[in-house]
């Protein structure tokens, strides 16, 4: 069913964060219903629309991260291109960041 995908531990990981992550956000809703508030973000959110444009942001920065790294790696000279944990790591701050300040 999943031969298509190339799972590697990193994407192993993302993909089971993202369950959790839908996981926790369902409990927390049943347990405290959100309300719509105002942060950076130019529309009132509640916490499940801060989740749904975070993941977003999360993907897209995982796609730029590995759509570049192979220009990275040959315009630095690496002898591998750079480790996707990098974006796992950036994409789970800018998420963390729109869901506290969205």
């Given at each position: 069913?999943?031969?298509?995908?190339?799972?590697?531990?990193?994407?192993?990981?993302?993909?089971?964060?993202v369950?959790?992550?839908?996981?926790?956000?369902?409990?927390?809703?049943?347990r405290s219903?959100?309300?719509?508030?105002?942060?950076f973000l130019?529309?009132?959110?509640?916490?499940?629309d801060?989740?749904?444009?975070?993941?977003?942001?999360a993907?897209?920065?995982?796609?730029f991260?590995v759509?570049?790294?192979g220009?990275?790696?040959?315009?630095?000279g690496l002898?591998?291109?750079?480790?996707?944990w990098?974006?796992?790591v950036?994409s789970m701050?800018?998420?963390?960041?729109?869901m506290?300040?969205?």
């Amino acid at each position: 069913m999943f031969g298509w995908m190339v799972w590697t531990t990193p994407v192993a990981v993302f993909f089971s964060c993202v369950a959790l992550m839908l996981v926790g956000m369902t409990i927390w809703e049943i347990r405290s219903p959100t309300t719509t508030r105002k942060g950076f973000l130019p529309i009132p959110t509640t916490r499940g629309d801060r989740l749904f444009i975070g993941l977003l942001a999360a993907a897209y920065l995982n796609l730029f991260w590995v759509g570049i790294s192979g220009w990275l790696a040959e315009r630095l000279g690496l002898e591998q291109e750079p480790s996707i944990w990098i974006s796992f790591v950036a994409s789970m701050f800018v998420l963390g960041w729109i869901m506290r300040r969205g």
